[in-house]
């Protein structure tokens, strides 16, 4: 089964161009009988794939669209490479080990005891890294039910409605009650919510570092301080972790202070996507535990390694070790320096597109991109067009700016959301306001009212 419909007939063909040279048609949805020329074949999709966005005008999505010409040449020398095969390829290895050590030191991971290594790996996102961190949460939550000869058979797991979906997954395929708090006043969870939601078979909260909804930052120090007060006030002791998919890498650079990691003893895990803030392309994420106690022995494999056996910890056997590698290359390239500038960049460009915004009139900012370089609007009052309206006009243009109703609590409220990354410029950013403008007056002189006056 194709999990992803179209309408089209199954006898359906592409056609070449009007210079055939010699390869005609091929079926859309049948495996072609021949063997076509190579030159032809990549033509074909060329052609076909100049129909999606263009990268650079996708302000919908939080991952990496640019990357520097000498990490394409890592990633195109590397692109043979399997992260499984630690035997074949120890240096691979070896480079995934030192980005989880680095982000254990960014993210204020206690120093391991006995010499040892921070406990992390990497996967192929935050959703993969959602799935990993859960089930430490779920097994470790199991265990200390089973020691205590509690019942260990209905685990939830404390989160907002603003969750990025890999939770609700996580908890459907890993039968776990999600435990959704709705939004109240604010556009994330806080820390009363978190806390009042919480019962014996709370298995964890998830903290967002950076809602996907909005760019917000949730209040994970108060969110363990109010379990801290739980815990003192009735023995239940819940972990935290911290969905930093992107707040993961902007944060360290440019909210120093924020207390939002490994700094906070209830913080057991973090996850982070090495290809949104992390600055790689599609196809790396990261999660890190505070300490060995924090994953569970038995969730781990080993693989053989050099006459050793090498520990893993993934859903996936097999997945490319040519992005761990450009991860690295970002992390000695950049540095701390390079990333703070490159962070701070993309949120000064989210603060002036939020300000443009704000002055054109009809929008209220729901945020203005000092957390994560995202804001979202909203129409200050209904008016004759919506914001799905407006995301379809500026469609016109090029830009590509997803509109969609917040999560339960606020879903009354439908709002457009812009997300800045590396490569977006100032210029671009005033050429989105003037187009946005154009929009918005387009859309005007459609009111009713309007449209008879101009007969
Ligand atoms: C993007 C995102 C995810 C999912 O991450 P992938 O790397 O796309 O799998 C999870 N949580 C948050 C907060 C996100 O922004």
Same mark, same amino acid.
């Given at each position: 089964?194709?999990?992803?419909?179209?309408?089209?007939?199954?006898?359906?063909?592409?056609?070449?161009?009007?210079?055939?040279?010699?390869?005609?048609?091929?079926?859309?949805?049948?495996?072609?009988?021949?063997?076509?020329?190579?030159?032809?074949?990549?033509?074909?999709?060329?052609?076909?794939?100049?129909?999606?966005?263009?990268?650079?005008?996708?302000?919908?999505?939080?991952?990496?669209?640019?990357?520097?010409?000498?990490?394409?040449?890592?990633?195109?020398?590397?692109?043979?490479?399997?992260?499984?095969?630690?035997?074949?390829?120890?240096?691979?290895?070896?480079?995934?080990?030192?980005?989880?050590?680095?982000?254990?030191?960014?993210?204020?991971?206690? %120093?391991? =005891?006995? /010499?040892?290594? *921070? @406990?992390?790996? !990497? &996967?192929?996102?935050? #959703?993969?890294?959602?799935?990993?961190?859960?089930?430490?949460?779920?097994?470790?939550?199991?265990?200390?039910?089973?020691?205590?000869?509690?019942?260990?058979?209905?685990?939830?797991?404390?989160?907002?409605?603003?969750?990025?979906?890999?939770?609700?997954?996580?908890?459907?395929?890993?039968?776990?009650?999600?435990?959704?708090?709705?939004?109240?006043?604010?556009?994330?969870?806080?820390?009363?919510?978190?806390?009042?939601?919480?019962? %014996?078979? =709370?298995? /964890?909260?998830? *903290? @967002?570092?950076? !809602? &996907?909804?909005?760019? #917000?930052?949730?209040?994970?120090?108060?969110?363990?301080?109010?379990?801290?007060?739980?815990?003192?006030?009735?023995?239940?002791?819940?972990?935290?972790?911290?969905?930093?998919?992107?707040?993961?890498?902007?944060?360290?650079?440019?909210?120093?202070?924020?207390?939002?990691?490994?700094?906070?003893?209830?913080?057991?895990?973090?996850?982070?996507?090495?290809?949104?803030?992390?600055?790689?392309?599609?196809?790396?994420?990261?999660?890190?535990?505070?300490?060995?106690?924090?994953?569970?022995?038995?969730?781990?494999?080993?693989?053989?390694?050099?006459?050793?056996?090498?520990?893993?910890?993934?859903?996936?056997?097999?997945?490319?070790?040519?992005?761990?590698?450009?991860?690295?290359?970002?992390?000695?390239?950049?540095?701390?320096?390079?990333?703070?500038?490159?962070?701070?960049?993309?949120?000064?460009?989210?603060?002036?597109?939020?300000?443009?915004?704000?002055?054109?009139?009809?929008?209220?900012?729901?945020?203005?991109?000092?957390?994560?370089?995202?804001?979202?609007?909203?129409?200050?009052?209904?008016?004759?067009?919506?914001?799905?309206?407006?995301?379809?006009?500026?469609?016109?243009?090029?830009?590509?700016?997803?509109?969609?109703?917040?999560?339960?609590?606020?879903?009354?409220?439908?709002?457009?959301?812009?997300?800045?990354?590396?490569?977006?410029?100032?210029?671009?950013?005033?050429?989105?306001?003037?187009?946005?403008?154009?929009?918005?007056?387009?859309?005007?002189?459609?009111?009713?009212?309007?449209?008879?006056?101009?007969?």
């Amino acid at each position: 089964m194709s999990l992803h419909k179209h309408h089209t007939r199954p006898d359906e063909t592409i056609e070449d161009s009007a210079f055939d040279d010699g390869v005609g048609s091929i079926p859309r949805h049948k495996l072609p009988v021949g063997i076509q020329d190579a030159d032809a074949a990549m033509r074909f999709i060329q052609n076909e794939l100049m129909l999606d966005g263009n990268a650079r005008q996708n302000l919908a999505t939080f991952v990496t669209t640019w990357m520097e010409p000498q990490a394409q040449v890592l990633i195109r020398e590397s692109l043979e490479k399997n992260i499984i095969d630690k035997d074949e390829y120890p240096q691979s290895a070896e480079i995934e080990r030192r980005c989880v050590n680095i982000l254990a030191n960014l993210w204020n991971a206690p %120093e391991p =005891t006995g /010499g040892g290594d *921070a @406990v992390g790996c !990497s &996967t192929t996102g935050s #959703s993969e890294a959602a799935m990993l961190a859960g089930m430490a949460l779920k097994w470790r939550w199991r265990a200390r039910r089973e020691a205590a000869g509690l019942d260990a058979t209905r685990p939830n797991l404390v989160m907002g409605a603003n969750v990025q979906v890999c939770w609700e997954k996580f908890a459907r395929y890993w039968d776990v009650e999600a435990r959704m708090v709705k939004l109240d006043g604010a556009t994330h969870l806080t820390a009363e919510q978190a806390a009042a939601a919480c019962d %014996e078979n =709370t298995i /964890g909260v998830v *903290a @967002v570092l950076g !809602s &996907t909804f909005d760019g #917000s930052y949730e209040p994970v120090a108060e969110i363990a301080a109010a379990l801290d007060a739980l815990q003192a006030g009735t023995g239940l002791d819940v972990p935290v972790h911290v969905d930093a998919a992107s707040g993961g890498f902007i944060a360290p650079f440019l909210d120093e202070h924020l207390l939002w990691d490994f700094r906070l003893d209830r913080v057991k895990s973090i996850n982070a996507s090495g290809h949104k803030y992390g600055l790689v392309y599609p196809g790396v994420g990261w999660v890190l535990w505070r300490g060995a106690e924090d994953l569970p022995a038995d969730l781990i494999f080993s693989v053989d390694y050099l006459g050793g056996s090498m520990p893993t910890f993934a859903l996936n056997f097999s997945r490319p070790a040519a992005q761990v590698i450009a991860q690295y290359y970002t992390l000695v390239r950049y540095g701390f320096e390079g990333y703070r500038r490159i962070q701070q960049r993309s949120r000064d460009i989210a603060g002036t597109i939020a300000e443009g915004v704000g002055a054109m009139g009809p929008f209220t900012l729901l945020s203005r991109g000092d957390e994560l370089p995202v804001l979202a609007f909203k129409l200050t009052t209904p008016d004759a067009w919506t914001v799905y309206d407006l995301s379809h006009e500026l469609r016109g243009f090029g830009w590509i700016v997803p509109a969609y109703p917040m999560p339960e609590g606020m879903a009354d409220i439908d709002v457009l959301r812009v997300v800045v990354r590396n490569g977006f410029t100032f210029d671009l950013a005033a050429m989105f306001l003037a187009d946005l403008g154009k929009c918005v007056q387009r859309l005007s002189g459609w009111q009713p009212d309007k449209v008879a006056f101009h007969h």
